[in-house]
């Protein structure tokens, strides 16, 4: 199967769900590759990773949405400058802000790591889609 994703519900947080796809090794160096360019330095070729086209290619291949992402959540996940009136207002998904929430939050981008790389999440027959 070249592409499956599985809701996976963030732990902590009640309600809000993420939809990740299974990211294979051949999509991980893909990604790699597209991010890498060579540059040449004393005429020695010298590949540099650029970091930011990295993640942000790494987000659009492994997150895939979510739903119940409340302000509240927000503000545990990274520092946020928030009106407690909209604590319970739902953040909606786009890549813009799953970008944003991964350069921001540390936990949220070891949670999108952890599961787009453990096979076992992806082969329950609960919550697949």
């Given amino acids: ?13 009640e309600g809000f769900k993420v939809n990740l796809a299974f990211l294979s090794r051949e999509t991980l160096v893909s990604i790699r590759k597209k991010s890498t360019k060579t540059t040449f330095k004393n005429r ?9 086209l990295f993640l942000k290619l790494y987000v659009a291949a492994a997150i895939k949405g979510w739903v119940g ?16 009136a ?9 890549e813009e802000n799953a970008l944003e929430l ?15 790389s453990d096979l076992s999440a ?8």
Wanted: no cysteine.
């Fill in 86 to 94: 909209d604590a319970e207002k739902l953040v909606p998904y786009s």
């Fill in 44 to 52: 020695q070729p010298v590949e540099e990773l650029d970091d930011k």
């Fill in 1 to 13: 199967v070249p592409s499956k994703s599985v809701e996976v519900e963030f732990p902590g947080f």
């Fill in 122 to 129: 992806f082969t329950k027959t609960s919550t697949q889609k």
């Fill in 69 to 84: 992402l409340k302000f509240a959540y927000l503000n545990e996940l990274a520092p946020t400058d928030i009106n407690p």
């Fill in 102 to 116: 991964m350069q921001a939050s540390s936990n949220f981008d070891a949670f999108v790591t952890e599961t787009v």
